[in-house]
């Protein structure tokens, strides 16, 4: 497992009808991890392109085994634990900027245990998550444009919570058909397979928690999903 202001008063995500570096810093687990918004298709290694095909062909039996919803934006209410990160939301912000904001806070070759001892509240609050795979700090620096893409694979979900998020501008991000904006303190549910598409138009940096958990399933679904999760782990 990696563990990769105030309270808004309107809605994480409302519906609504020059790019830069976009950071990401994991806890624990790894330091932090820079990335551009745009990575070449044709030089994907030959298990990205397999893992490719494997969604193309088991994602819709993924679908149909689901016990929630397969919708772009999912009903938070839906998984009790987002309460809890909603919560404890500041204390997780008060590590995400202390950890993830300055510049040289963690090392690249940051230990699991330096890790830990930063942001042992955000850590405690994550390792309740049922089927918790992955949580990181997502940095969204001004004037990012992230391009459209999609997730590896239906077997996991993406959580967002919100913690900084400026207030100049517009930041968004546009899952399938739906607008969504962030709110402080605020979670939202979604699944990355489909299409989406982030923009930064501020001069401040978005932060937000960012989770990845496994999507509850039957069987026969199920056993397909882990045998394209561990080749998505692998394409990574």
Known sequence: MTVGAELGQSSLWR????SAVRRRVRVPGVGPTTSASTVGKANRPL???IGERLRSAFDPVIASSSLVANDPVLDVRDFAWTAGLRDDWAAIRDEAVRVALPAGALPGGATIEHS??????TAAVVARIPGLHSASFSILAPGTHIPER?????????CHLGLIVPRDG?????????T???AEGETLVFDDTYRHEVWNDTHGTRVVLL????RP?????????????RVARRSA
Not at 15 to 18: I, L, R, V
Not at 116 to 121: A, N
Not at 170 to 178: E, F, L, N, Q
């Open 116 to 121: 830990l001892e930063r942001c042992p509240r």
């Open 211 to 214: 989770i990845q958990f496994e």
């Open 47 to 49: 298990i990205a392109r």
């Open 180 to 182: 969504v904006r962030w």
């Open 170 to 178: 517009d930041v968004r991000m546009r899952v399938h058909d739906r």
């Open 150 to 158: 999609r997730g590896a694979t239906k077997r996991l979900i993406t």
């Open 15 to 18: 519906d609504s009808g020059g």
């Open 217 to 229: 399933l039957r069987n026969p679904g199920k056993w397909i999903a882990d045998l394209v999760l």
